[in-house]
T-cell receptor, first 108, second 116 residues
Framework: GQNIDQPTEMTATEGAIVQINCTYQTSGFNGLFWYQQHAGEAPTFLSYNVLDGLEEKGRFSSFLSRSKGYSYLLLKELQMKDSASYLC?????????FGAGTTVTVRA | GAVVSQHPSRVICKSGTSVKIECRSL??????MFWYRQFPKQSLMLMAT?????????EQGVEKDKFLINHASLTLSTLTVTSAHPEDSSFYICSARRGEVRNEQYFGPGTRLTVT
């Protein structure tokens, strides 16, 4: 099975940077995903890591260390619209297991 | 793109009735689709994996006779909640996997089910 941990809530100021950590224990590993989910909506894909290192995509970056079972999502130049829940999901046996999500609140 | 649609987006039904939810991949073929359930302020929980032309694989604790899944074509999977009860009220989300290499899933917009 999968055990995925991420913080419940984070608050940051508009224009700042926030890092959301995710640790996992998995019986199989095919990659790690980060999704953004606004209330009442389905998740939208942000990033995918299968090899160690940093993947950068605009204001969002994601890092993976497979040996440590650790990932983080970095959100830069925060905007109000970034207020949402961010889900860490691990693919094992080609199925996704989700963490409980981190609610990020961006304040002016 | 990779667009997945769900229908209906919202449904209210009476206790004891059945509800069917459709999930379609609009611009790609999906040999595998997944059904998730999400209760308020909780994460997505995988209910079952649906493969085209074969029986669905259900996660532990999910009643296969209550949640009927049919994956009749490469672009359509349906979830039927039979004899619905108020505790089945939830947000049901499907996803479709487009390729094997990246193992990426594309999510539908979700269906809000309320059982009265």
């Amino acid at each position: 099975g999968q055990n995925i941990d991420q913080p419940t809530e984070m608050t940051a100021t508009e224009g700042a940077i926030v890092q959301i950590n995710c640790t996992y224990q998995t019986s199989g590993f095919n990659g790690l995903f980060w999704y953004q989910q606004h209330a009442g909506e389905a998740p939208t894909f942000l990033s995918y890591n299968v090899l160690d290192g940093l993947e950068e995509k605009g204001r969002f970056s994601s890092f993976l260390s497979r040996s440590k079972g650790y990932s983080y999502l970095l959100l830069k130049e925060l905007q109000m619209k970034d207020s949402a829940s961010y889900l860490c999901a691990v693919s094992g046996d080609y199925k996704l297991s989700f963490g409980a999500g981190t609610t990020v609140t961006v304040r002016a | 793109g990779a667009v997945v649609s769900q229908h209906p987006s919202r449904v209210i039904c009476k206790s004891g009735t059945s509800v069917k939810i459709e999930c379609r991949s609009l611009d790609f073929q999906a040999t595998t689709m997944f059904w998730y359930r999400q209760f308020p302020k909780q994460s997505l929980m995988l209910m079952a994996t649906s493969n085209e032309g074969s029986k669905a694989t259900y996660e532990q604790g999910v009643e296969k006779d209550k949640f009927l899944i049919n994956h009749a074509s490469l672009t359509l999977s349906t979830l039927t909640v039979t004899s619905a009860h108020p505790e089945d009220s939830s947000f049901y989300i499907c996803s479709a996997r487009r390729g094997e290499v990246r193992n990426e899933q594309y999510f539908g917009p979700g269906t809000r089910l309320t059982v009265t």
